[in-house]
């Protein structure tokens, strides 16, 4: 849901009840006062709310959620696993489950597949793996499998594939004296290559680890560096 609003509702014989600035994206009210076309009040119902891996952030008013109880009505909510960037305070204030407070990092309302325009979550929102599990929802708005620990709203974030270094030219991995990586790289006779690594690909940060110039016969270059016992290593060769 994005760019919903409200407006002061009227019922009854005219009754107004004005929304409170700091109702935001979600406002839950309960009167037990409003009258019917007949005349009398209507029956005290609880006014329940139950969010479950919602997310709620960027309300353009005080807050993300906002519950209300008026002339003896009552209010509740409830679930859990969910954003609430801004919630209200006291008896106001959404009572479930929050995972997290965070900025959710959201993208822009865009067409990013499935039937309906949805907000993307952004590489680093902290509403990726961080909803509830066991809700029996496998598919997000747009019909995109969720994951085992499912992202918090609408859409499920899916890691971009990194680009595919192309691997023609590695020529070899070897162990030497079971301490060391040899490497050799095909290039081109007299070009100078950097070897780069990084332990995580998604954000990769390249560390450049070894320089050589590629051979003036056969146009390999070789690098030799000490292997990283237990930790992930990815390598490239850039030039």
Known sequence: MAGNSASTPTFGYGVAYPIPSAAGAIY????????????????????????????????????DYFQQALNGGSVSSS???????ANATGANAFAGGIVATANSQLGTLADNGGPTPTLALLLNSPAINA?????????????????????????????????VIP????????????????????????????????????????????????????????????ATTGTNTFWRVVH
């Open 79 to 85: 679930g859990g696993g969910n954003l609430i960037v």
């Open 167 to 226: 691997a023609a030219n590695l020529v070899s991995i070897q162990s030497v004296e079971s301490a060391n990586y040899r490497l050799i790289y095909q290039g081109v006779a007299g070009n100078q290559y950097v070897l780069q690594q990084t332990h995580v690909l998604l954000p990769a940060v390249w560390i450049p680890v070894a320089t050589n110039t590629a051979a003036p016969g056969d146009g390999t270059a070789t690098f030799i560096l000490p």
């Open 28 to 63: 839950n009210l309960a009167d037990n006062n409003v009258a019917t076309q007949a005349g009398p009040a209507l029956a005290n119902t609880p006014a329940a709310t139950v969010l479950e891996n919602a997310l709620l952030a960027n309300a353009s008013d005080e807050s």
């Open 131 to 163: 909803g509830v599990t066991g809700l029996g929802v496998s598919t997000d708005q747009r019909g995109v499998t969720r994951d085992i620990d499912p992202d918090i709203g609408a859409f499920e974030y899916v890691s971009p594939i990194p680009p």
